[in-house]
Protein backbone atom coordinates (compact mmCIF):
# COMPACT_ATOMS: atom_id res chain seq x y z
CA UNK A 1 0.00 0.00 0.00
CA UNK A 2 1.49 3.44 -0.83
CA UNK A 3 2.37 5.84 2.27
CA UNK A 4 -0.61 8.49 2.30
CA UNK A 5 1.10 12.06 0.85
CA UNK A 6 0.42 15.11 3.02
CA UNK A 7 -1.36 18.33 1.47
CA UNK A 8 -0.81 21.30 3.62
CA UNK A 9 -2.31 24.57 3.03
CA UNK A 10 0.23 27.42 1.32
CA UNK A 11 2.59 24.50 0.99
CA UNK A 12 4.80 24.30 -2.31
CA UNK A 13 5.41 21.55 -4.17
CA UNK A 14 7.97 19.75 -6.61
CA UNK A 15 6.79 17.49 -8.59
CA UNK A 16 7.83 15.19 -12.32
CA UNK A 17 6.89 12.16 -13.53
CA UNK A 18 9.05 10.64 -16.09
CA UNK A 19 8.18 8.69 -19.40
CA UNK A 20 7.76 4.73 -19.66
CA UNK A 21 11.20 3.03 -20.57
CA UNK A 22 12.73 6.57 -20.33
CA UNK A 23 12.00 6.70 -23.75
CA UNK A 24 11.90 10.56 -25.38
CA UNK A 25 8.04 10.94 -25.81
CA UNK A 26 8.16 14.99 -24.34
CA UNK A 27 10.97 15.60 -26.94
CA UNK A 28 9.92 19.54 -27.17
CA UNK A 29 8.30 20.51 -30.58
CA UNK A 30 5.83 22.97 -31.23
CA UNK A 31 3.37 20.10 -31.26
CA UNK A 32 4.31 18.36 -27.70
CA UNK A 33 4.30 21.43 -26.11
CA UNK A 34 1.04 22.04 -27.81
CA UNK A 35 -0.58 19.14 -26.13
CA UNK A 36 1.22 19.84 -22.62
CA UNK A 37 0.29 23.19 -21.99
CA UNK A 38 -3.23 22.76 -23.57
CA UNK A 39 -3.30 19.58 -21.10
CA UNK A 40 -1.76 21.71 -17.97
CA UNK A 41 -4.23 24.59 -18.60
CA UNK A 42 -7.09 21.78 -18.83
CA UNK A 43 -6.15 20.42 -15.28
CA UNK A 44 -5.41 23.59 -13.41
CA UNK A 45 -8.92 24.93 -14.36
CA UNK A 46 -11.13 25.39 -11.06
CA UNK A 47 -8.15 24.03 -9.08
CA UNK A 48 -7.14 26.06 -5.91
CA UNK A 49 -3.34 25.82 -7.20
CA UNK A 50 -0.51 28.58 -8.35
CA UNK A 51 1.91 27.38 -10.98
CA UNK A 52 5.32 28.90 -10.45
CA UNK A 53 7.61 26.42 -13.02
CA UNK A 54 6.65 24.11 -15.80
CA UNK A 55 9.73 22.22 -17.64
CA UNK A 56 9.68 19.56 -20.53
CA UNK A 57 13.14 17.58 -20.74
CA UNK A 58 12.78 14.76 -23.64
CA UNK A 59 11.77 12.20 -21.10
CA UNK A 60 10.61 13.96 -17.82
CA UNK A 61 8.88 17.06 -16.70
CA UNK A 62 9.01 19.48 -13.47
CA UNK A 63 6.42 21.26 -12.35
CA UNK A 64 6.47 23.52 -9.28
CA UNK A 65 3.08 24.60 -7.63
CA UNK A 66 1.70 26.11 -4.61
CA UNK A 67 -1.31 24.50 -2.81
CA UNK A 68 -3.64 27.79 -2.31
CA UNK A 69 -6.47 24.89 -0.37
CA UNK A 70 -8.05 26.81 2.96
CA UNK A 71 -7.30 24.75 6.18
CA UNK A 72 -9.64 22.02 6.65
CA UNK A 73 -10.53 21.63 2.44
CA UNK A 74 -8.98 18.93 0.56
CA UNK A 75 -5.85 19.57 -1.81
CA UNK A 76 -6.79 19.90 -5.75
CA UNK A 77 -3.09 18.65 -6.46
CA UNK A 78 -4.06 14.83 -6.59
CA UNK A 79 -7.14 15.45 -8.89
CA UNK A 80 -4.58 18.50 -10.90
CA UNK A 81 -2.40 15.67 -11.69
CA UNK A 82 -4.02 12.93 -12.42
CA UNK A 83 -6.32 14.94 -15.07
CA UNK A 84 -2.81 16.55 -16.38
CA UNK A 85 -1.64 13.07 -16.40
CA UNK A 86 -4.26 11.13 -18.21
CA UNK A 87 -5.09 14.27 -21.10
CA UNK A 88 -0.87 14.31 -21.52
CA UNK A 89 -0.89 10.71 -21.89
CA UNK A 90 -3.88 10.29 -24.65
CA UNK A 91 -2.94 13.59 -26.06
CA UNK A 92 0.66 12.44 -26.96
CA UNK A 93 -0.28 8.76 -27.86
CA UNK A 94 -2.73 10.29 -30.42
CA UNK A 95 0.05 12.49 -31.72
CA UNK A 96 2.24 9.77 -31.70
CA UNK A 97 0.18 7.10 -32.74
CA UNK A 98 0.98 4.59 -29.64
CA UNK A 99 -1.44 3.17 -27.42
CA UNK A 100 0.47 1.67 -24.75
CA UNK A 101 1.79 3.79 -21.08
CA UNK A 102 3.36 7.03 -21.83
CA UNK A 103 4.25 7.14 -17.95
CA UNK A 104 6.35 4.83 -15.99
CA UNK A 105 4.27 3.07 -12.93
CA UNK A 106 5.67 4.55 -9.93
CA UNK A 107 7.49 7.46 -11.44
CA UNK A 108 4.74 10.16 -9.77
CA UNK A 109 7.25 11.84 -7.38
CA UNK A 110 6.41 14.72 -5.17
CA UNK A 111 8.50 16.69 -2.72
CA UNK A 112 7.33 19.28 0.03
CA UNK A 113 9.11 22.43 -0.26
CA UNK A 114 9.67 24.48 3.02
CA UNK A 115 10.78 27.89 3.14
CA UNK A 116 12.11 30.11 -0.09
CA UNK A 117 15.78 28.60 -0.21
CA UNK A 118 13.96 25.07 -1.39
CA UNK A 119 11.43 26.82 -3.23
CA UNK A 120 14.24 28.62 -4.99
CA UNK A 121 16.14 25.86 -5.73
CA UNK A 122 13.18 23.66 -7.08
CA UNK A 123 12.80 26.86 -9.51
CA UNK A 124 16.54 26.80 -10.43
CA UNK A 125 16.54 22.81 -11.21
CA UNK A 126 13.99 23.28 -13.45
CA UNK A 127 15.00 26.15 -15.27
CA UNK A 128 18.32 25.17 -15.48
CA UNK A 129 18.70 21.49 -16.36
CA UNK A 130 18.87 21.48 -19.97
CA UNK A 131 21.53 23.78 -19.86
CA UNK A 132 23.15 21.58 -17.05
CA UNK A 133 22.80 18.36 -19.40
CA UNK A 134 24.52 20.05 -22.95
CA UNK A 135 20.50 20.10 -24.22
CA UNK A 136 21.03 24.00 -24.68
CA UNK A 137 23.50 27.32 -23.96
CA UNK A 138 20.61 28.62 -21.98
CA UNK A 139 17.16 28.08 -20.54
CA UNK A 140 15.77 30.98 -23.46
CA UNK A 141 16.98 28.26 -26.34
CA UNK A 142 15.40 25.18 -24.40
CA UNK A 143 11.97 24.42 -26.05
CA UNK A 144 10.72 22.88 -23.29
CA UNK A 145 10.39 26.19 -21.07
CA UNK A 146 8.56 28.28 -24.24
CA UNK A 147 5.84 27.88 -26.81
CA UNK A 148 4.58 30.35 -29.12
CA UNK A 149 1.14 29.34 -29.43
CA UNK A 150 0.37 28.15 -33.48
CA UNK A 151 -3.07 29.60 -33.12
CA UNK A 152 -3.11 32.91 -31.34
CA UNK A 153 0.79 33.73 -31.73
CA UNK A 154 0.84 34.64 -28.07
CA UNK A 155 4.29 33.22 -26.45
CA UNK A 156 4.15 31.41 -23.23
CA UNK A 157 7.63 31.54 -21.06
CA UNK A 158 8.31 29.53 -18.08
CA UNK A 159 10.96 31.73 -16.61
CA UNK A 160 11.25 34.52 -14.25
CA UNK A 161 10.02 36.83 -16.57
CA UNK A 162 6.82 35.18 -16.84
CA UNK A 163 5.72 34.90 -13.58
CA UNK A 164 2.53 36.57 -13.03
CA UNK A 165 1.74 36.07 -16.65
CA UNK A 166 -2.27 34.49 -17.36
CA UNK A 167 -1.56 32.19 -20.03
CA UNK A 168 -4.15 31.32 -22.82
CA UNK A 169 -3.40 27.83 -24.84
CA UNK A 170 -5.58 27.29 -27.72
CA UNK A 171 -6.67 23.24 -28.38
CA UNK A 172 -4.49 22.02 -30.19
CA UNK A 173 -6.21 21.43 -33.62
CA UNK A 174 -4.56 17.42 -33.76
CA UNK A 175 -5.21 16.16 -30.83
CA UNK A 176 -8.45 13.46 -29.94
CA UNK A 177 -9.71 14.93 -26.67
CA UNK A 178 -13.42 14.03 -27.08
CA UNK A 179 -14.44 17.42 -28.36
CA UNK A 180 -13.65 19.26 -25.23
Known sequence: MTIPRRFLPN??????????????????????????LYALGRALTDKKLALLAFSVQKDHY???????????????LPRFFGHFNSMAARGLNHHLGR?????????????E????????????YAWIQPVKDGQAASPDEWPGLSFKDPNTKALVQFLPEGFGTTLEVSKPDFACYGGR
Do not use: N
Not at 11 to 36: D, K, T
Not at 99 to 111: L, N, R
Not at 113 to 124: I, N, V
Open 113 to 124: LWGPDSLLAQLL
Open 99 to 111: MESVWTQGSYFVK
Open 62 to 76: HVVVVDLSQPGEPSD
Open 11 to 36: QAHAISRRCAERRFYLRPSLESMHLL
